[in-house]
């Protein structure tokens, strides 16, 4: 409920406030109508998935600007108030607002957003120049908890793709970058929950899980084909990164002795250019590299061991 009253404290109030159930069954939904009544609009569905939720609510909302908010997360008071102010500022050409978030629940995430980002020394109010540029570097300075968005941007180019698992925020934001300029807030008004006791969708790439290649492989390909991209120096580090996540997928299978899905993602990157000799030498260069890395980890670890152990002479 912490989020939901985040919202309704904002110093600029907003329009509406939307909230999808999706397919909760733990009486969330009673709980919400009970406490706040008509001050949101609820709306229950099946369980879907975020993307799925995100659109429904996009379907649902009938403001100019969009904003989004997870249930484990906050908003300062003045995070619409700084963003109207900001997109009043920049003028039409600016169709998304975003601000600087910190984390809580995890003592080891000290820095921002924006820190981690490099975005520093950034004035208050500012425009972001290619973000591209920090989504293929994975080092995306806004996150969709931060975004005021125009509505009919989202609508127009689908909104969330529903067949993503993870990562379904950054291909919007990759598809916005062609469409409209992005402004920002350089003040943390938003707070990520990233409690230790967490298990979300991003323990997934410590497991080499298939929603994780399949999902990442996906986007690529899409942006691939986007006529913005084409011909462009982002086609060729798009590529890379393609080519490089089927590598570590058929990895995966390989190390799982799914020899016929292996061979799927083997027979894609054939089809990138790739001959079956620099592809096995590839996967083996790889596996060599992982290894020698693992050894060396290896042995700085028995060099603090050993260097620590007292002196029995």
């Known amino acids: 409920m912490c989020a939901i009253d985040s919202v309704l404290a ?30 949101v609009r609820l709306f229950r569905q099946q369980n879907a998935g975020v993307s799925a939720a995100r659109n429904r609510a996009l379907r649902e909302a009938q403001g100019e600007w969009i904003a989004f908010l997870d249930s484990d997360d906050i908003w300062l008071p003045t995070k619409i108030e700084r963003q109207k102010e900001t997109l009043t500022r920049f003028g039409s050409e600016f169709g998304l607002c975003f601000t600087d978030c910190v984390y809580h629940g995890n003592p080891d995430l000290e820095r921002s957003v924006f ?44 909104g969330f793709d ?39 969708l991003c323990t997934l790439y410590g497991k080499a899980d298939d929603r994780v290649f399949d999902s ?28 490089l996540i089927c590598y570590s997928s058929a ?40 290894l020698r890395r693992g050894n060396k980890e290896a042995e700085q670890d028995e060099g603090k061991v050993a260097g620590s152990a007292p002196d029995l002479a």
């Open 10 to 39: 904002q110093t600029l109030p907003p329009d509406e406030v939307i909230v999808i159930d999706d397919g909760s069954t733990d009486g969330t939904a009673e709980a919400i109508r009970n406490r706040y009544g008509d001050r």
């Open 115 to 158: 820190e981690e980002a490099g975005l520093t020394g950034a004035p208050r109010f500012g425009s972001l120049e290619d973000p591209v540029k920090y989504i293929l570097a994975s080092r995306e300075p806004f996150w969709t908890q931060s975004l005021m968005v125009r509505h009919a941007l989202l609508a127009e180019p689908n």
């Open 162 to 200: 529903e067949a993503l698992t993870l990562r379904e925020d950054t291909d919007v934001l990759f598809r916005l970058s062609f469409r409209t300029k992005f402004c920002f807030v350089a003040e943390p008004l938003v707070r990520i929950d990233r409690a230790l006791s967490r298990d979300g």
């Open 216 to 243: 990442l492989e996906r986007s690529y390909t899409k942006w691939l084909a986007m006529p913005e991209v084409g011909g462009t120096g982002y086609e060729k580090q798009i590529r890379e990164m393609l080519r």
């Open 251 to 290: 990895e995966a299978k390989i190390r799982e002795f799914r020899i016929a899905a292996a061979f799927r993602e083997i027979r894609r990157l054939k089809a990138m250019g790739n001959s079956y000799p620099s592809l096995l030498f590839g996967l083996l260069s790889r596996k060599i590299k992982k």
